[in-house]
């Protein structure tokens, strides 16, 4: 307790709540990279699920639409139909907005660092890769994502074809490709995506905490065949309409 001249009430000292400690390692460079990499690792499985699962388009429109029908029934009847999809939704939906925000704060800490002006030029490889590849590719693959759930997911008054047919992915898929402006749309998105998944690939690695220059090639190598293994597979589904080799 402190106090002033004689007479005067006494001063007491603010008393700081401390903050919860999870936000106290978001609020560092270490956490937002922490952050991004653990969220980037999540968005690149469900890449990689999603485009496995689109591979049964190869097989015919009924193994397609058995394996769409299959992910609504996952879970029951603990959960509620299409309860582990909802689940799952919201929990993309999360690691994406914390991917974005992570990102766009370590570009923000970055420039603020070289503003002050450390010596031994001091930088965040995490946000290197953000300035590289977040402000352009990100956000069109992110639009574009939502056009996707549009044209393809939720069909009803939001969805961006007419031929939209509630439980049926495969006539979904034909139908919508079969427009030659949405499947270049689509190809073009692919590649901005394969360029960003690259990038992340690469430096999630640094993120973590578990780069070593003995390895770099190896971080190099798996970062160019994650992404053009994604490119491939979703680039040949609107080829694959486009050419009528799936009709």
Do not use: C
Not at 201 to 218: D, E, H, K
């Amino acid at each position: 307790m402190l106090t002033g001249s004689r007479g005067a009430k006494p001063l007491r000292q603010r008393r700081v709540r401390p903050r919860f400690w999870l936000l106290d390692f978001y609020g560092s460079a270490i956490g937002k990279k922490a952050v991004m990499a653990v969220t980037g690792i999540m968005l690149l499985g469900f890449v990689l699920a999603h485009m496995l699962g689109n591979l049964h388009m190869y097989q015919s429109a009924d193994k397609m639409n058995h394996y769409g029908e299959y992910l609504r029934t996952i879970g029951e009847p603990i959960l509620p139909r299409s309860g582990f999809l909802w689940i799952l939704r919201s929990s993309l939906i999360l690691a994406f907005i914390l991917h974005i925000h992570s990102a766009a704060m370590l570009t923000i800490m970055n420039r603020q660092s070289r503003d002050i002006g450390y010596k031994g030029g001091r930088t965040y490889i995490a946000a290197n890769y953000a300035a590289r590849t977040m402000r352009w590719s990100g956000v069109i693959v992110g639009f574009f994502i939502l056009f996707h759930l549009m044209d393809l997911t939720w069909g009803g008054r939001v969805a961006a074809t007419d031929s939209f047919t509630h439980g049926q992915p495969y006539q979904n898929l034909v139908a919508s490709f079969q427009r030659e402006p949405v499947a270049i749309i689509y190809i073009i998105a692919n590649v901005l995506l394969g360029i960003h998944i690259y990038h992340g690939a690469w430096s999630l690695f640094q993120s973590l905490g578990w780069a070593n220059p003995r390895f770099n090639q190896w971080r190099r190598t798996f970062a160019i065949g994650f992404a053009a293994v994604i490119v491939i597979g979703n680039v040949s589904f609107p080829i694959a309409v486009m050419t009528g080799l799936v009709s």
